[in-house]
Each structure stands twice: as structure tokens, then as C-alpha cells.
């Protein structure tokens, strides 16, 4: 090797780092050559990182290749650059030569670039063997680094119960950590239209986590980031946490972070997840740059509180403004005229897909246009999309052809529905409850029993309804009959008290699908003791006289008898009432529903 003197070293490597063309990059390139400089590691591990931004791939490797011997350290530069330049296949021929060699090995700083490399479902089995590497040839504990990238790319698989493992061996978590698990979280609780019938949907628990790991992040003094803010937004949106959701709206105010669009996104979601609608438009109005995503989420809004009109009017807009509809605005907007029974027009935008923008429509698309059928009582066709589509009908596409036959009383659609959601899902009762309602609304209390028998054969419990209800930022669940709250005994004195007041007001409480053959009086105390009326009660007694709207999210579908109650009320007690179900927004407001009892 030349020997070069140490005064060489930084006036080159000066050079090196003002180089911003290839040309210039070329010319140091050559004078370290001429030096003798390219000789040593050091210098030769800056010259690689350089090309692999201003040069060509094949110029990169010319250069490495040409080092005799090449140490470990140069190997974990060149797989770093190679990664960051997205050339992932060059990067993993270079950790096999890393592998066969005879006198290197992998070391903590060659597999955290690898990793991030990894992180997408199709890399899981790569990702995997790679983590069986790092258990070979690291010794425990590993550093910080190594757990992070472990962390990072179970995270982005949804892998989160391995990503929380590797978190909670990090002894002092740094702000890239704590994003990586909290959005690890925040994506795997995100609302979003499940598939039958565009019905909101999300992993409540993995949204409390989210919360109570920003709590422990607080108290790290870990200061939150822009990405921090995004994951615990979505997290408050999917909760309808909004006092949660408001601090964070305002911590981005006060803090001037960026109000981009990724937060602009999820405010607008928390927002019309929480039932306040108008603060979604203010934020959607407010942000400087508006992208796809922001008018999916404002249109997907407008949509699931019953705005269809508004919500096509946004959806012109959006094209107006340059913006082409993916497969998710489409949706949108099939949704939004489910909810109000544009029959003609759901049609309509569910043809554009294919036709004019050449997008290939999904089973999310034909759930929702066998729910925009069904609602409208065209069961039949309904039935006849769910047999001549062109994939295999699953389990969600059966299930909303099910929920249309039960609302329209089609019994036979209905039954062949039930037979192929049993063998697609033997074991989910919500297809059996819907049957049995079905029965029950008909009177034949034998055919109820029976199916009810069935799921009992099969071993499978009724999902109980459960309602969240927010009271000063803390948020309260209720089951059906619950007994367990500390003011119970105030909360059924309440209820006693409401159901009072519904009787003077004529209330007939709708017993037909209670799903027991018991008379009548029984029934009405069933129904009485709905998740959502106990967490009424409780909001009544805990929000005083308050004028502020009682919030409801409800993890299953209002019932009818709830429905009818809640807008009477909103009627008695003059307190607005928004509630949440698994289908859409109802606000409750002086007697009446903004779904107009379309639901």
C-alpha cells in the first residue's frame, strides 16, 4: 500500500465533499487516485458514498470492486448507500459475499440498513431469515440500533406484537423509536371502510395502546414529532377521543409545527370520526396544499354522516382541481350514495371505475354496491351481483346480501346467504344474529331457537353490543345490562327515569327482534338495558345540564328501538346525541335522525 502523508487526507476530502456534479466528482476522484489516497479505507468509504449519489451503480461498483480486501466497514457503507438508492438485490449480493468470505462476519452495523430494506409484507419471510442471522452471528444484548431496525421492520409487516417486544427492550426509546411503534399501532387500529358495506371499522385496543404509549412518552420528555402527532390523531380518531384529539390539534398550533398534509388528513378524520363535522371542513378548508388523500378523507366524512349530495359535490371538485380518483375515493363516493339511496348514481360511479379511470374494481367496491342494492330493496340484483362477480364472493360480500334480505324481509336470499357464511365463517355469530333477527321479526320463534341452537352447537358466543361514551376527556364503555360501573346505581335510576319519560311521550318499545320467545314486558326490559341508553344515562348524570352534544361510538348496529328512543331523547332532554355504529354517523337532534330512519 502507498504511503500517503495524514496532511493529504483533509484538504481531499474537502474537495470530495463540495463536489455537487459528476464531473467535479470525477476529477477529486482521479486525484485521489493519483495520491495514492484511494488506498486507504477511510477515504475510500466517502468516495463510495459520493458516487453512489452523483454516479451510476455500475460506476459505484467499478470502485468497490477494485479494493483489495474490502473490510466489514466498507461492506456495511456500500449495502447503506446501495439501500438508500433502492438497488436492494445488489445490496444482498453484497452481504452474501459478506457471508462466504473466510475472515469477515456481519456486524451490528450491517443489518439495520438491510432491515429497512425489508419493510413491506412481501419481504416478511427475507426479513425473518435475516432476523434468524442476526440471532447467529450478534451477541445479546444488542445495541439500540440492531433492536430499532428489528422494531422498524416488524412494525411496517404489522407484526406489532413482535415490533412491542423489541420496544420494550430499548432501555431509553429516541423520537424515530417511539414514531416507529406508535404508528406500528396507529395503523393497525385505522378506521377505515371495512368491506361490507363501507362500514367503519378499526382495533380499538391497539388505539387505547397508542395513548398510553404517548402517556409513557411524555413522561420520557421525548418531544413529539409531526410523525408522533399523525399516529396519535389517527389513534384519537378511531376512539372518537376528541378532547384527546383537540390537544393534539392544538399542541401542532402552538408548537408551529408543520400543518402538512398528513396531519391535515387525520385531523379531518378524527373530526368526522368524532361527529363534528364542521371542524373536518374548517381543517380541510385551512390547509395551504390539499392532496388526494386529504379529499378522500373529507369526502369519506361527508359520506358516512349522511352528506351524499355534498359529498359528490366534493368528489367534482376534486377532479376540478387536477386530482385523478384512486379505488378508495371511489368507495367514497359509492358510499355516500348508499347512505341516501342514489341507487342510479352508485351504479353509475361503480361503472366509472373500470370505463374512465381504468381501475380494476375490488370486493370493497361490489360489498358496497351490494349494500347500495340491498338498502334500496333491490335484493335480487343484489343477489345476482354477489354470483357474477368476477372473483370468489367472500364472507363480508354474503354477509351485506344477508343484512339486505333481513331489512327487506327475503327470507330465501336470506337463508342461502346464512349457508355460505357458515362455510366461509363457521364461527362469526354476528351471520347467525342476523338470521335469527330475521326470524324473529317474522314470529317464527323455531326457527329462531334453531338457528340459535346452532350457534350453540358450534360453540360460539354473541358478540355483546359495547359503547364508548367520552365524559371530560375520559371515556367510559358500557355493555349491554352493564352492572359494573362505580355510579351504577345513579345510572339505572336515570334509565328508570328515561324510559319513564319515553312512555309519557307514547314511545312503543320495537320488541320484534328481540331474539327470545319471552313476553313482552321481558322484552322491553331487554332492550332497555342497550349499551348505548346506559351510556346516555351516564352522560346525562355526569355532563349535568350541559348543552355540549353526548358522543356514542357503538361497536355494533343500532337497533330500531334504540334508533326511535335516542330520537326522542334528544327530544325530551334537549341534548343533542351523536352516536356512531358499525354503519354511519346518526345525530340525534330535537326528535329526529339526520339519516332520515334510512339506515
Same mark, same amino acid.
Not at 321 to 328: A, C, H, M, S, T
Not at 462 to 487: A, C, M, N, R
Given at each position: 500500500m502507498r504511503a500517503v502523508s495524514p496532511a493529504v487526507y483533509h484538504p481531499t476530502l474537502n474537495l470530495l465533499q463540495k463536489c455537487k456534479t459528476l464531473n467535479t466528482f470525477k476529477q477529486v476522484h482521479a486525484q485521489m487516485v493519483t495520491t495514492g489516497l484511494i488506498l486507504h479505507?477511510?477515504?475510500?468509504?466517502?468516495?463510495?458514498?459520493?458516487?453512489?449519489?452523483?454516479?451510476?451503480?455500475?460506476?459505484?461498483?467499478?470502485?468497490?470492486?477494485?479494493?483489495?480486501?474490502?473490510? !466489514?466497514?466498507?461492506?456495511?457503507?456500500?449495502?447503506? @448507500?446501495?439501500?438508500?438508492?433502492?438497488?436492494?438485490?445488489?445490496?444482498?449480493?453484497?452481504?452474501?459475499?459478506?457471508?462466504?468470505?473466510?475472515?469477515?462476519?456481519?456486524?451490528?452495523?450491517?443489518?439495520?440498513?438491510?432491515?429497512?430494506?425489508?419493510?413491506?409484507?412481501?419481504?416478511?419471510?427475507?426479513?425473518?431469515?435475516?432476523?434468524?442471522?442476526?440471532?447467529?452471528?450478534?451477541?445479546?444484548?444488542?445495541?439500540?440500533?440492531?433492536?430499532?431496525?428489528?422494531?422498524?421492520?416488524?412494525a411496517r409487516c404489522g407484526r406489532v406484537g413482535i415490533a412491542r417486544y423489541f420496544f420494550d427492550q430499548i432501555k431509553e426509546p429516541d423520537l424515530a423509536t417511539w414514531n416507529s411503534i406508535l404508528s406500528a399501532y396507529a395503523r393497525n387500529s385505522s378506521v377505515s371502510f371495512a368491506a361490507d358495506s363501507s362500514h367503519l371499522d378499526g382495533n380499538t385496543s391497539s388505539s387505547l395502546e397508542v395513548l398510553n404509549l404517548f402517556s409513557h412518552m411524555q413522561k420520557s420528555l421525548v418531544e413529539p414529532s409531526e410523525v408522533t402527532l399523525v399516529a396519535l390523531i389517527t389513534a384519537c380518531a378511531e376512539l372518537g377521543a376528541l378532547s384527546q384529539g383537540i390537544w393534539a390539534h392544538v399542541y401542532i398550533i402552538r408548537n408551529e409545527l408543520r400543518f402538512n398534509h398528513y396531519i391535515g388528513t387525520a385531523l379531518i378524520t378524527l373530526y368526522a370520526n368524532s361527529g363534528s363535522l364542521r371542524f373536518a371542513w374548517q381543517v380541510f378548508h385551512q390547509l395551504p396544499h390539499k392532496d388526494k388523500f386529504c379529499f378522500n378523507a373529507m369526502i369519506r366524512g361527508l359520506a358516512i354522516h349522511g352528506h351524499g349530495h355534498e359529498a359528490l359535490d366534493l368528489f367534482e371538485i376534486m377532479k376540478q382541481e387536477g386530482f385523478l380518483p384512486d379505488d378508495v375515493t371511489i368507495l367514497a363516493v359509492m358510499c355516500a350514495c348508499s347512505h341516501i339511496g342514489l341507487v342510479d348514481e352508485g351504479r353509475k360511479y361503480f361503472e366509472s371505475m373500470s370505463s374512465i379511470y381504468g381501475l380494476e374494481p375490488k370486493l370493497e367496491h361490489y360489498c358496497c354496491l351490494v349494500d347500495l342494492l340491498g338498502r334500496a330493496g333491490l335484493v335480487k340484483e343484489a343477489e345476482e351481483r354477489v354470483l357474477t362477480i368476477p372473483m370468489k364472493p367472500n364472507a363480508v360480500l354474503w354477509r351485506s346480501l344477508l343484512g339486505a334480505a333481513r331489512v327487506h324481509g327475503n327470507l330465501e336470499i336470506g337463508e342461502v346467504a346464512l349457508r355460505k357464511l357458515i362455510e366461509l365463517e363457521p364461527e362469526t355469530s354476528g351471520n347467525y344474529v342476523l338470521l335469527s333477527n330475521m326470524y324473529a321479526c317474522m314470529d317464527r320463534w323455531d326457527d329462531a331457537k334453531r338457528v340459535r341452537q346452532l350457534m350453540k352447537d358450534h360453540g360460539i358466543d354473541k358478540i355483546p353490543g359495547s359503547s364508548l361514551v367520552e365524559v371530560d376527556g375520559t371515556l367510559h364503555e358500557f355493555?349491554?345490562?352493564?352492572?359494573?360501573?362505580?355510579?351504577?346505581?345513579?345510572?339505572?335510576?336515570?334509565?328508570?327515569?328515561?324510559?319513564?319519560?319515553?312512555?309519557?311521550?307514547?314511545?312503543?318499545?320495537?320488541?320484534?327482534?328481540?331474539?327470545?320467545?319471552?313476553?313482552?314486558?321481558?322484552?322491553?326490559?331487554?332492550?332497555?338495558?342497550? @349499551?348505548?341508553?346506559?351510556?346516555?344515562?351516564?352522560?346525562?348524570?355526569?355532563?349535568?345540564?350541559?348543552?355540549?352534544? !353526548?358522543?356514542? !361510538?357503538?361497536?355494533?348496529?343500532?337497533?330500531?328501538?334504540?334508533?326511535?328512543?335516542?330520537?326522542?331523547? @334528544?327530544?325530551?332532554?334537549?341534548?343533542?346525541?351523536?352516536?356512531?355504529?358499525?354503519?354511519?354517523?346518526?345525530?340525534?337532534?330535537?326528535?329526529?335522525?339526520?339519516?332520515?330512519?334510512?339506515?
Amino acid at each position: 500500500m502507498r504511503a500517503v502523508s495524514p496532511a493529504v487526507y483533509h484538504p481531499t476530502l474537502n474537495l470530495l465533499q463540495k463536489c455537487k456534479t459528476l464531473n467535479t466528482f470525477k476529477q477529486v476522484h482521479a486525484q485521489m487516485v493519483t495520491t495514492g489516497l484511494i488506498l486507504h479505507t477511510y477515504p475510500i468509504s466517502r468516495i463510495l458514498l459520493l458516487s453512489s449519489t452523483l454516479a451510476t451503480l455500475s460506476y459505484t461498483m467499478t470502485i468497490f470492486n477494485k479494493v483489495q480486501s474490502p473490510s !466489514i466497514f466498507l461492506y456495511n457503507t456500500v449495502i447503506s @448507500s446501495l439501500i438508500q438508492k433502492d438497488h436492494t438485490k445488489v445490496a444482498l449480493s453484497l452481504y452474501d459475499q459478506i457471508l462466504t468470505h473466510p475472515n469477515l462476519k456481519p456486524n451490528n452495523y450491517t443489518y439495520p440498513s438491510l432491515f429497512k430494506a425489508f419493510g413491506a409484507h412481501q419481504w416478511l419471510k427475507h426479513g425473518q431469515t435475516l432476523h434468524a442471522h442476526v440471532l447467529k452471528f450478534l451477541h445479546t444484548p444488542y445495541d439500540n440500533f440492531v433492536q430499532a431496525s428489528l422494531l422498524n421492520f416488524y412494525a411496517r409487516c404489522g407484526r406489532v406484537g413482535i415490533a412491542r417486544y423489541f420496544f420494550d427492550q430499548i432501555k431509553e426509546p429516541d423520537l424515530a423509536t417511539w414514531n416507529s411503534i406508535l404508528s406500528a399501532y396507529a395503523r393497525n387500529s385505522s378506521v377505515s371502510f371495512a368491506a361490507d358495506s363501507s362500514h367503519l371499522d378499526g382495533n380499538t385496543s391497539s388505539s387505547l395502546e397508542v395513548l398510553n404509549l404517548f402517556s409513557h412518552m411524555q413522561k420520557s420528555l421525548v418531544e413529539p414529532s409531526e410523525v408522533t402527532l399523525v399516529a396519535l390523531i389517527t389513534a384519537c380518531a378511531e376512539l372518537g377521543a376528541l378532547s384527546q384529539g383537540i390537544w393534539a390539534h392544538v399542541y401542532i398550533i402552538r408548537n408551529e409545527l408543520r400543518f402538512n398534509h398528513y396531519i391535515g388528513t387525520a385531523l379531518i378524520t378524527l373530526y368526522a370520526n368524532s361527529g363534528s363535522l364542521r371542524f373536518a371542513w374548517q381543517v380541510f378548508h385551512q390547509l395551504p396544499h390539499k392532496d388526494k388523500f386529504c379529499f378522500n378523507a373529507m369526502i369519506r366524512g361527508l359520506a358516512i354522516h349522511g352528506h351524499g349530495h355534498e359529498a359528490l359535490d366534493l368528489f367534482e371538485i376534486m377532479k376540478q382541481e387536477g386530482f385523478l380518483p384512486d379505488d378508495v375515493t371511489i368507495l367514497a363516493v359509492m358510499c355516500a350514495c348508499s347512505h341516501i339511496g342514489l341507487v342510479d348514481e352508485g351504479r353509475k360511479y361503480f361503472e366509472s371505475m373500470s370505463s374512465i379511470y381504468g381501475l380494476e374494481p375490488k370486493l370493497e367496491h361490489y360489498c358496497c354496491l351490494v349494500d347500495l342494492l340491498g338498502r334500496a330493496g333491490l335484493v335480487k340484483e343484489a343477489e345476482e351481483r354477489v354470483l357474477t362477480i368476477p372473483m370468489k364472493p367472500n364472507a363480508v360480500l354474503w354477509r351485506s346480501l344477508l343484512g339486505a334480505a333481513r331489512v327487506h324481509g327475503n327470507l330465501e336470499i336470506g337463508e342461502v346467504a346464512l349457508r355460505k357464511l357458515i362455510e366461509l365463517e363457521p364461527e362469526t355469530s354476528g351471520n347467525y344474529v342476523l338470521l335469527s333477527n330475521m326470524y324473529a321479526c317474522m314470529d317464527r320463534w323455531d326457527d329462531a331457537k334453531r338457528v340459535r341452537q346452532l350457534m350453540k352447537d358450534h360453540g360460539i358466543d354473541k358478540i355483546p353490543g359495547s359503547s364508548l361514551v367520552e365524559v371530560d376527556g375520559t371515556l367510559h364503555e358500557f355493555l349491554i345490562g352493564d352492572k359494573s360501573h362505580p355510579y351504577v346505581k345513579d345510572i339505572y335510576l336515570k334509565l328508570e327515569e328515561m324510559n319513564t319519560k319515553l312512555q309519557e311521550c307514547g314511545h312503543q318499545p320495537r320488541t320484534r327482534e328481540v331474539l327470545f320467545d319471552i313476553e313482552e314486558e321481558e322484552k322491553e326490559d331487554v332492550l332497555s338495558y342497550h @349499551s348505548e341508553k346506559l351510556a346516555i344515562a351516564f352522560a346525562l348524570i355526569a355532563s349535568d345540564e350541559s348543552c355540549a352534544p !353526548i358522543r356514542i !361510538i357503538k361497536n355494533l348496529r343500532v337497533c330500531v328501538d334504540c334508533h326511535s328512543s335516542i330520537k326522542l331523547l @334528544s327530544l325530551i332532554y334537549r341534548r343533542e346525541i351523536i352516536v356512531r355504529d358499525r354503519t354511519r354517523f346518526h345525530h340525534f337532534d330535537s326528535g329526529s335522525c339526520s339519516c332520515l330512519d334510512y339506515w
